[in-house]
């Protein structure tokens, strides 16, 4: 059993006051292993930014703990809070959030840079893992005229300049063909089976569920278990029987629905989206 | 070395960064040509005086200037002070600001009668003047087109351009010779002169002459040539100082507004950048310093900018315009440095306020 990185206890965020308090994490309790690789889905708004950013030290809880190789980063002062991050975690994002005015090489080398990195080490660390991610004829051009698979690899490479014991990855193969998004899970994987790195990934995308170790359903600001939950014939969301706002039953068998408009729009249809397939049981790969 | 992260930044739009640099010399561009032009105006305001060869000049009581003033002195107080010891050389000038006319065309003129006909300054063109006859400074010759030869009214009079002085000519006014007694009649003042010019002797000094001159003729200020000049450029500068303030002001105004709507609207297009930088651990105080760092690039950049081309336009005015003459000063190059500052600080305010303001979390909007 490999040990434990992450210990995340009764995790609470609420925007706003009054009338217009919203709860965006509701009461989170998870623990992540070293070299685990946890997928987080769930529908937009359900937090699964908020839990990123609060994870990434980026966001202050409202209450609880987020434990890091033994350091409560909720007791952290603001000023504790950068060199931390700059030391313990990697970011890859959606739109690869990479330094437009520098090359793929000055991307990599400013997060050693920010990391008290500099000059020659952090110019030949850039380069190696820049050579390791395929880039080597590619690592002196401005990051506007690489591909986006190319911008992937610069933006993990940046992610892991500085050894982080934690990837947190922000929708990472969204904005890239099916071959740069299968070479990125399989960097992403190779990250946590070779280098023993965390990697926490918040996508929509269900291809991720091949290499994850474990995939969390994030809704209403709770993790849910996602065996339990089963598909709406109409919309094909994913909706948690308990708290289905509609269901129907028919022929001897219940039907979940996201919304009574799903419901009715079912009950009016004789085709629904995916009843052919019927509503069956999620959560297993 | 680190990545030079605000140098990229500041180059990574080349046309922005230029207009901003541009924007901001041309705003202390105003600062600088302008006391230039001032500094070059006093030069020239004093060029009589410094060329004059004197070293006290003296005047009627209170007097230690000649613009804006009057002096009137007996003649025989100027044969007095020639007489005196350590005077080596007494010349009484008549003065008197008036124009000269020439057709449609007209300049202001320091009009000097003196026996020498505008020596020391060596002419340029013709002969000394006599009886009827007149020298003007070349550039006002050549504006009025009253070369050698031709005819000029001065006080209703009409006067033959016998000559030519070169290097006495200030955008303000000129200056034009003619024999004293022949002014002393226009003016109707014979037996009075405006100054006396003193050289002093060799065994004594300047300020020490003005003193025995001031002790030995009652009612009479001796200035060293210096201390006039000095008296004279300030006249000119205390009649110039509001001009020149507004003028400052108008430059610093127009350097806040490029520098900050140019460092402003950079600093809105990098702040991904910064979030991201943030997010990957930069310290706000160093996300601070990149923003500050980039304004402060621009500004001196436009101030550099700036400075070259002044220097530029004193080399290159006067080929063209004699009269407007620049001097670029030390101290007004401070002060351009200054304002530079103080436009820079300003210009910067606002994006320090706004990247202060970076949420680093908002690196996961879309």
């Known amino acids: 059993m490999q040990s434990t990185l992450v210990r995340i206890h009764d995790l609470v965020r609420t925007f706003g006051e009054g009338e217009t308090r919203v709860e965006a994490v509701r009461g989170l309790d998870l623990e992540l292993a070293r070299g685990e690789i946890v997928l987080v889905m769930g529908p937009s708004g359900s937090g699964k930014t908020t839990f990123l950013s609060m994870l990434g030290g980026l966001l202050r809880a409202t209450s609880g703990e987020i434990w890091i190789d033994g350091t409560d980063i909720a007791a952290l002062a603001e000023r504790e809070l950068p060199p931390f991050r700059a030391r313990t975690f990697g970011f890859i994002f959606q739109d690869f959030n990479l330094l437009a005015a520098l090359s793929a090489r000055e991307n990599v080398e400013v997060a050693l840079n920010i990391a008290g990195v500099r000059g020659g080490p952090a110019r030949e660390r850039a380069e190696t893992l820049g050579n390791a991610m395929g880039l080597g004829n590619r690592l002196d051009f401005p990051v506007e005229k690489l591909s986006g698979g190319e911008k992937q690899r610069v933006a993990i490479a940046r992610a892991i300049a500085n050894r982080p014991a934690l990837i947190l990855a922000d929708e990472p193969t969204a904005n890239l063909d099916s071959h740069h998004g299968a070479e990125t899970m399989r960097l992403l994987r190779g990250l946590a089976k070779e280098e023993g790195t965390t990697v926490v990934i918040v996508s929509h995308d269900e291809r991720l569920r091949e290499i994850a170790d474990r995939a969390l359903w994030l809704e209403d600001g709770r993790f849910k278990t996602l065996q339990a939950l089963v598909r709406d014939p109409t919309c094909g969301m994913l909706v948690d029987p308990a708290e289905a706002p509609a269901s129907v039953e028919l022929g001897g068998e219940r039907l979940f629905f996201c919304s009574a408009g799903c419901r009715d729009e079912f009950l009016a249809d004789n085709t629904p989206i995916g009843y052919s397939q019927g509503a069956r049981p999620m959560g297993t790969r | 070395m680190s990545v030079p992260l605000a140098r990229r930044q500041l180059l990574f739009r080349k046309g922005r960064a230029l207009a901003g640099v541009a924007g901001i010399a041309a705003a202390l561009l105003l600062v600088l040509a302008l006391k230039a032009i001032f500094a070059g105006m006093q030069d020239r305001l004093t060029a009589y005086i410094d060329g004059s060869g004197a070293d006290v000049i003296v005047a009627q009581r209170g007097v230690d200037t000649m613009h804006m003033t009057q002096s009137a002195l ?293």
């Not at chain 2, 009253?146 to 005819?151: E, I, P």
């Not at chain 2, 000519?169 to 003193?198: D, H, K, P």
């Not at chain 2, 601070?288 to 621009?298: E, F």
């Open chain 2, 74 to 366: 007996p003649e025989r107080t100027a044969r007095a002070i020639a007489s005196l010891p350590g005077v080596a050389e007494a010349k009484p000038i008549l003065y008197a600001p008036t124009k000269v006319e020439r057709g449609e065309k007209r300049g202001i003129v320091y009009l000097i009668g003196d026996e020498s006909g505008g020596a020391p300054f060596p002419l340029a063109a013709g002969q000394r003047p006599r009886t009827g006859e007149i020298v003007l400074e070349r550039a006002l010759a050549e504006r009025l087109g009253a070369r050698v030869g031709t005819s000029v009214r001065v006080l209703g009079t009409s006067y033959r351009v016998s000559g030519e002085v070169e290097g006495l000519a200030s955008i303000t006014n000129s200056f034009a010779f003619v024999r004293r007694q022949e002014l002393a009649r226009l003016l109707g003042s014979v037996g009075v002169v405006s100054y006396v010019f003193v050289r002093a002797g060799s065994e004594i000094g300047a300020a020490e002459l003005a003193t025995r001159i001031e002790a030995s003729q009652p009612g009479v200020t001796a200035s060293t040539r210096e201390a006039f000049a000095r008296s004279e450029r300030r006249v000119v500068g205390d009649m110039t100082t509001d001009i020149v303030r507004a003028m400052i002001l108008v430059g610093f105004v127009i350097g806040v507004a490029v520098a900050g709507l140019v460092a402003y609207s950079a600093t809105l297009s990098q702040l991904r950048d910064y979030a991201v930088l943030r997010a990957l651990g930069l310290r706000a105080g160093r996300a601070l310093a990149l923003a500050v760092a980039q304004v402060g690039a621009t500004v001196a950049a436009g101030f550099l900018l700036a400075l070259a081309l002044v220097f530029a336009l004193a080399a290159l005015l006067p080929g063209l315009t004699p009269t407007l003459v620049l001097a670029v000063r030390g101290e007004d190059v401070a002060q351009a440095i200054g304002v530079a500052g103080a436009v820079a600080l300003a210009a910067a305010t606002f994006p320090v306020l706004r990247v202060a303001r970076i949420d680093p979390a908002s690196v996961f909007r879309r």
